[in-house]
Every structure is written in C-alpha cells, then in structure tokens.
C-alpha cells in the first residue's frame, strides 16, 4: 500500500513523498520534519498541486542500487544506494528551491544565522566549514535559518534572509557528534537543526561573512571590501550564470550596503563569540546611524 | 606637442567596454561581469580609473592625459601603464570589438552554469 509523507514546504513549492516503504517514509520524515513548518514570509500560501516524489524500490534488498526516485512522474534517477536514498531527495527538494528563486529573490550557497533579530549570512564553498559552524551557532541559541542555501529578498532594504530549513548535513566525526549523539557509522549525517537550536523567521542581513576553518586561526573578523565580497560571493550565487546581469547588479547593490567579513576560524566557540561581538556592534552602529538621521 | 609614432597610433584607438559587460564599480576597485561567458573580473583602483574612462570616444592617450591630471603623474610616465591595462582588457575580450582568443581564458572567477555545480547531489 502506498504511504505519503508531508506537505512539506521547500521554501514556497509545496511537496510530498510517496512510497510502498514504511521504513523509507519514516526516516525522511524524521530527517526533513523541519520543513514541514511552512516558512513564514508575508505571501500566502500556495494553492496549487503539491510537487509529488515518488520513492519506490525496484529491487531485491541485496540488489546495490535498488531505489529509484520520480518527480511528478518523471524520473529523477532511477539507481539509487539504500544509503544514498535520503541524500539525493533532499538534493531533489533543495533543486526545487534552487529552480523557483528569481530576482529579486538571490539564493546564496550560504548558511543563514540569526541573532537579535538580525542575520548573518556565511558564504563559502562546500567543506570550508560554514555547515558546522552553523550548527554551532544553532546549538548556541542562534536562529536557524539554513545550512546550504539562503533565500535573499532584494526586494526591501535591508535585504531580507529567508529560511530553508533542510537538515544540517553533519559530516563525521566532527565538533557536533556529541550534540548529535545519534549511532551509526555514516560519515555524514543528516539532522534536523530543530534537535540543535530554535528555527527563525525571516530577518534582515546584517553581513556577509565568509568563513574558513583553518587549524590555529583565532576567528577574527576582518573587513573586506565590497570588491572583494562582490567576487567571493559571485562564485556562491547558483542564479548567477542563469539570470546573468540581472543578478549581478542586485549583488552589487548588496555588497555595497552590506558589511563583509572573512573570518579564519578554529575553535567554535570562540567563532560565536566573534560573531555575536560582530552582530552586536553592526547593530549598534546601524542605531547610531539612525537616531543620528 | 609632437607624438612618436606609436603615441600617434595610440591616439587613433577609441576603446570601448563590450556591451556584454557590466560594471560595478564598487570605489575604489571595480568588478565586471561578462554576461557571455559567465565571468567575473576584480579590477584593482588603478584599472578601474582606466575601465570608467574607456568610452569609444576617448583615445588612449586622452585617457592617459585624463588621468595624469588626475593623478597629478606626467603623461608619458602613465601612458605606457594604461597602454597595458587597455591590451589586458582586450586580451579578456571585454572590450567591443575584440571577443577573447579561445587560447585566453584569464577571467579570475567563471561563475556558475548550472546550479547543480555549486549546490551538489551528495556522492553515491
């Protein structure tokens, strides 16, 4: 008998899982219970058809490759590990998002953090950290926004940050295993950043901050110029080679209103420390700025 | 004031930025972006003021003369400066006229084409 999971929300596409396999629907909806919160963002709710994963398993359980995933009845891939099963739909789910943000809606590869109110946005390319170190921040009491992909409205200013609460993929072993403490031998799990800290709102950027671990840095922020964070954060914008111009000027006009830090991290706590110190005085100056207008 | 003949030859090129790129000029660096081949380019202060000034109106050496009055350095000492700024904008294809030989690809970052690249499906 066929089971569903959802509706789940990948920002504003609506979408549920199919499958034959209780087991299989039992761990996504474990893995993606975050995003069955719909995200709040002042439009309405969608009201069209939710996009429909269908999971089944085409195979003997000692088959290698016996999953295969289809969207709407078209087929996404048809030879899946049992391992690799969770993985890819939330890949699927995050090409949705990817798929559906245009200006002046800009998705950054970036992790989205909030503090007070105001978010942070930590741009990188894969393994420079930034999944971790959000997670950190999240078991630290920040607002999760998302791990991977931040949804920036350039429609207002400041420019808004809104949430993807995809599951922080937590590579193994690692800083958060012992906040995590879940068993298995994966070298990468999926966890659901509600298990680690409190999910958030939309919030307004407060500053770009692109993050590296390096062994010994101490977690300094350092100024970068908006030269410097239009070419980082370039390389990090999907919608970039497909919106072409369009998007570029939009990130112009961000780097130039926004704050841009690069940041060398080792420890993470003493990396929230300097966030927190840098959020806090970004905000305080922005208050200056106004009561002095 | 006599020119030399490569001067005199410098006052008949009107370079001008392609179409195709845009412009941010973010003081005092600017960064271009070439639609066409998904490029981003960071230009340091000192070729940016070059950059800002290529208008296909103005010759390289009226440039050279803008900015030596700008700067206050004599002409024939920045002459040959924006003289190699121009040929390295050109050799970048973002200039009109001249599209990049297939042998010169010297963007400092190409930006994404898909958005598979950068967001990736975890490893099988």
Known sequence: ?293 | MRRSGATADLSSVHPAPHPAVETAFLAPEAVLFDDRHGEIHRLNPSAAAVWLLLDGEQSIVDVAAELSDIFGVPEPVILPDVETTVSDFRRRGLLAGADRGESEAPADHEVPQRIDTLVQPPDP
């Open chain 1, 1 to 293: 008998m066929t089971g569903r999971i959802g509706p789940f929300w990948a920002a504003q596409r609506r979408f549920v899982i199919e499958s034959d396999d209780t087991e299989i629907l039992v761990e996504l909806d474990q893995r993606l219970v975050d995003l069955g919160n719909h995200p709040s963002s002042g439009t309405s709710e969608p009201t069209a058809a939710p996009i429909v994963f269908r999971l089944e398993r085409t195979g003997p359980r000692w088959m290698s490759h016996p999953w295969a995933l289809w969207r709407d009845g078209e087929p996404c891939e048809l030879t899946l590990t049992h391992d690799y099963v969770v993985p890819y739909v939330l890949w699927e789910v995050t090409r949705l998002v990817l798929e559906s943000a245009t200006v002046p809606i800009v998705p950054m590869h970036a992790a989205g953090l909030v503090r007070d109110g105001h978010a942070i946005a930590l741009i990188g390319p894969s393994h420079s950290g930034k999944s971790t170190l959000a997670g950190w921040l999240a078991k630290s009491g920040w607002g999760f926004l998302t791990d991977e992909v931040s949804l920036l409205d350039t429609s207002q200013w400041p420019p808004v940050v809104h949430p993807f609460w995809r599951p922080i993929g937590v590579r193994r072993p690692g800083p958060l295993d012992a906040v995590i403490d879940e068993a298995g031998a994966a070298a990468e799990i999926l966890v659901p950043a509600s298990r680690l800290g409190p999910l958030a709102d939309p919030a307004p950027l407060a500053a770009l901050v692109c993050p590296t671990y390096t062994p010994g840095a101490d977690g300094s922020p350092e100024p970068m110029s908006a030269a410097a964070a239009l070419t980082s954060i370039a390389d990090q914008i999907p919608s970039l080679g497909r919106e072409g111009s369009e998007v570029f000027r939009v990130l112009a006009g961000v780097v130039d209103t926004t704050a841009a830090f690069r940041m060398e991290f080792d420890d993470l706590d003493v990396a929230t420390e300097q966030l927190a110190s840098l959020v806090d005085d970004l905000v305080a100056d922005t208050a200056m700025v106004e009561q002095g207008a």
